[in-house]
């Protein structure tokens, strides 16, 4: 099955700095790439995701990164405020059916400094 | 916009009680995931439903049942509550290729 490693488990940063989490996966058949952010307490939110036919994506201060040949993606945070403090989860889903279930990263907490 | 419910937001259940947790995916989407989170873990897939059929089953233990009813709601039936089934249970309904996530259930075992 599926398997995504996530990096760094903790990252703090200055606010008005960028912030970057990267995640690898190990089944080549996966074709959808989704970052989540959740804050305590509550679900789960899809902040931004790729499809593997697309390199990059860019959302305001969100953009994510795609390498199917080495098989990682990255999200990069511009200009972090505050409020982007959370627990931001990758993951990673076919989306052949029957087998669309997301595999997540193991999150990576991140704390923006004032 | 409308958006994924869950109920109970809140369970406490005593060892070998039974729990069911129950989920109404956003209108018009017709797949519908759970996922158990433990504290400080990632979610983990435990079954998914397409047309109220069973599409695909995760680490889901042989004393959870679940099943998704005509009006596309699902509920998963827990038994034998064991004191490491205290998590958050999470339902998404998907669109497409993205799944959105409910509120959780949180359950605690005692």
């Known amino acids: 099955g599926e398997n995504v490693e996530q990096h760094p488990s903790t990252l703090s940063v200055q606010e008005g700095d960028s912030a970057v989490i990267k995640c690898t996966y190990s089944?080549?058949?996966?074709?959808?790439f989704p970052w989540y952010k959740q804050e305590l307490g509550k679900g789960p939110q899809l902040i931004i995701d790729?499809?593997?036919?697309?390199g990059e994506k860019k959302d305001q201060r969100i953009a994510v990164t795609l390498n199917k040949t080495a098989k990682h993606f990255s999200l990069h945070i511009t200009e972090t405020q505050p409020e982007d403090s959370a627990v931001y989860f990758c993951?990673?889903?076919?989306?052949?059916?029957?087998?669309?279930?997301?595999?997540f990263g193991t999150g990576t907490r991140l704390t923006i400094i004032p | 916009a409308a958006g994924v419910i869950q109920s109970p937001r809140h369970l406490i259940k005593e060892k070998r009680e039974t729990a069911t947790l129950k989920c109404y995916p956003i209108?018009?989407?017709?797949?519908v995931y759970w996922y158990q989170q433990g504290p400080g873990q990632d979610p983990q897939f435990l079954i998914s439903f397409y047309e109220k059929m069973q599409s695909d089953k995760g680490s889901i233990p042989d004393r959870f049942s679940a099943q998704q009813f005509s009006d596309y709601h699902s509920e998963l039936n827990m038994s034998s509550l064991e004191l490491g089934d205290s998590a958050l249970y999470f339902c998404a309904s998907r669109w497409q290729e993205t799944q959105y996530f409910g509120p959780g259930t949180r359950l605690l075992v005692l």
């Open positions: 790729i499809r593997s036919n697309v």
């Open positions: 089944d080549s058949a996966s074709n959808y």
């Open positions: 993951a990673a889903s076919t989306t052949n059916f029957g087998n669309e279930k997301l595999t």
């Open positions: 209108p018009r989407h017709d797949t």
